[in-house]
Each structure stands twice: as structure tokens, then as C-alpha cells.
């Protein structure tokens, strides 16, 4: 895709650089009227999230990723599927009808230029959350059997690859091997889980946000606590 807007893959960062300086600030406050925020600042002091975006920054340097127009926020709540339309009777799709068309992609509030790994990594990050909970936190972590396998992440890549190849403007790199794009996505893991953490928690010290029916620490906690759980696997297996 081509878009007219700056190709320069710095929103991320500079979003994230935005809201760890929010975050710095409210620790540097005192606190003392409000007993959430008082627990909120407690442990962020403990986590240090300047010095884990800079370490973030560094490693992600060890892989290579294009940079594409990305979503930046690819969730199943984002993703809508038209129903059908038979004899002016609305219809409801069945999988092995669907085709593209059917998809309608919404919501491209955080969309840019952006490295692919973050992208494609963020859709299957996504895997692992609900959002249809009616009852607090209104979210569900779900359970490990639920989350994108290596063969489901696999099957994706290829399809895409098949698609990106097709384009009569695609020219080869040496970055576009299901190899290669899997261990992006692996990277880029990282940046899904802390990028939306600290959304997360300056979402919830805002006013005005935290009175939307969410709980946005406890699922800012929730993507800090998978986001420190992916880093040691990381560098356990000593990905490089």
C-alpha cells in the first residue's frame, strides 16, 4: 500500500518516548488523594520504564524490518465481516464463503508507516486478549491453547508473502522469507506489549478516560507483566 504521509517510522517511538515522559512525571508527584493512583505509581517507580525503552530500542536494532503502512491497532474489534444479502434477506457469513471483500478493515486512528515485525506481531498479540467482558477488568486474558501457534503464524506469513509477491510494484528483499518474518514478528512482540502497557497507563491516570468502562491499569499490568514474561524467553533462547 501507498500512502501519501511521512514514510519516517518514528511514531512509535515518538509515542511511546511522549508517554514515558507522562509516566516519569506522575511519579514525580506526590500523590495522596487517590488510593489507585497511589498503587499505580508505586510499582511504575519499580519498573524504571525509561531504562526498558531505551534497552527495547537497542534490541530491536538486531533485526531487520521493512518499513510498510501499518494499522498499528490490528484487533478483532477491528476487523468487521459484512454479512450476506440473499433476495434482500440479510444472511449470515459462512467461512468457506468468505473472500476478501468481505473483509472491512476500521479504526485507523494509529495507523503509519511503521516496521512490519510491529504489525504483524500486534495482530497476534491480539490473539491473546477479549474484549467482550461485560464485568471489570472488561477484558479476558485467554488461556495459552487459545494464543497463535508457530504453524497458525507460519500459514499467515505465507498467505501474505503469496499476496505481496503477486504486486507488480513488489520488488525482492532479502527480509521477506517466512523465516525471517516470523523472527520479526518474535522482536516485535516486545514493542506490542510495552507500547500498549504505557498507553495503558496513561489512559488510566487521565480523568476523562478513566471513567470510560475499562480498567486500564489492570490491563496495562497484565501487557507489562507478558511483556517481561516474552523478554526472558528471549533471551533464554538467545534470539539473534
Same mark, same amino acid.
Given at each position: 500500500?501507498?500512502?501519501?504521509?511521512? *514514510?519516517?517510522?518514528?511514531?512509535?517511538?515518538?509515542?511511546?518516548? +511522549?508517554?514515558?515522559?507522562?509516566?516519569?512525571?506522575?511519579?514525580? =508527584?506526590?500523590?495522596?488523594?487517590?488510593?489507585?493512583?497511589? $498503587?499505580?505509581?508505586?510499582?511504575? +517507580?519499580?519498573?524504571?520504564? +525509561?531504562?526498558?525503552?531505551?534497552?527495547? *530500542?537497542?534490541?530491536?536494532?538486531?533485526?531487520?524490518?521493512?518499513?510498510?503502512?501499518?494499522?498499528?491497532?490490528?484487533?478483532?474489534?477491528?476487523?468487521?465481516? *459484512?454479512?450476506?444479502?440473499? !433476495?434482500?434477506? /440479510? $444472511? !449470515?457469513?459462512?467461512?468457506?464463503?468468505?473472500?476478501?471483500?468481505?473483509?472491512?478493515?476500521?479504526?485507523?486512528?494509529?495507523?503509519? @508507516?511503521?516496521?512490519?515485525?510491529?504489525?504483524?506481531?500486534? &495482530?497476534?498479540?491480539?490473539?491473546? &486478549?477479549? &474484549? =467482550?467482558?461485560?464485568?471489570?477488568?472488561y477484558f479476558w486474558s485467554r488461556p495459552k491453547k487459545d494464543h497463535a501457534t508457530v504453524e497458525q503464524k507460519g500459514q499467515f506469513v505465507e498467505a501474505y508473502l503469496s499476496t505481496l509477491t503477486e504486486?507488480?510494484?513488489? /520488488?525482492?528483499?532479502?527480509?521477506?522469507?517466512?523465516?525471517?518474518?516470523?523472527?520479526?514478528? !518474535?522482536? @516485535? $512482540?516486545?514493542?506490542?506489549?510495552?507500547?500498549?502497557?504505557?498507553?495503558?497507563?496513561?489512559?488510566?491516570?487521565?480523568?476523562? $478516560?478513566?471513567?470510560? =468502562?475499562?480498567?486500564?491499569?489492570? &490491563?496495562?499490568?497484565?501487557?507489562?507483566? !507478558?511483556? @517481561?514474561?516474552?523478554?526472558?524467553?528471549?533471551?533464554?533462547?538467545?534470539?539473534?
Amino acid at each position: 500500500m501507498d500512502v501519501p504521509m511521512n *514514510r519516517n517510522p518514528t511514531r512509535m517511538w515518538d509515542s511511546m518516548e +511522549r508517554w514515558v515522559k507522562r509516566i516519569e512525571d506522575l511519579v514525580e =508527584q506526590q500523590v495522596t488523594d487517590d488510593p489507585e493512583l497511589i $498503587t499505580m505509581v508505586e510499582k511504575l +517507580r519499580e519498573l524504571n520504564v +525509561r531504562a526498558e525503552l531505551v534497552w527495547l *530500542r537497542k534490541f530491536l536494532e538486531k533485526v531487520s524490518s521493512p518499513v510498510v503502512f501499518c494499522h498499528n491497532d490490528m484487533q478483532e474489534g477491528n476487523i468487521l465481516l *459484512r454479512n450476506g444479502d440473499v !433476495e434482500g434477506r /440479510r $444472511t !449470515e457469513p459462512v467461512l468457506e464463503d468468505i473472500i476478501v471483500d468481505d473483509l472491512v478493515v476500521i479504526d485507523f486512528e494509529y495507523c503509519g @508507516y511503521n516496521r512490519r515485525g510491529f504489525d504483524l506481531a500486534n &495482530y497476534f498479540v491480539e490473539w491473546m &486478549y477479549d &474484549y =467482550q467482558n461485560d464485568s471489570h477488568p472488561y477484558f479476558w486474558s485467554r488461556p495459552k491453547k487459545d494464543h497463535a501457534t508457530v504453524e497458525q503464524k507460519g500459514q499467515f506469513v505465507e498467505a501474505y508473502l503469496s499476496t505481496l509477491t503477486e504486486s507488480p510494484k513488489y /520488488r525482492e528483499r532479502p527480509e521477506d522469507t517466512t523465516e525471517h518474518i516470523l523472527k520479526e514478528i !518474535e522482536f @516485535y $512482540t516486545l514493542a506490542s506489549h510495552f507500547f500498549w502497557s504505557l498507553w495503558s497507563v496513561v489512559s488510566n491516570s487521565n480523568v476523562f $478516560t478513566r471513567a470510560a =468502562q475499562f480498567d486500564y491499569w489492570c &490491563y496495562g499490568e497484565r501487557r507489562f507483566k !507478558e511483556y @517481561y514474561s516474552h523478554k526472558a524467553k528471549l533471551l533464554k533462547h538467545s534470539v539473534r
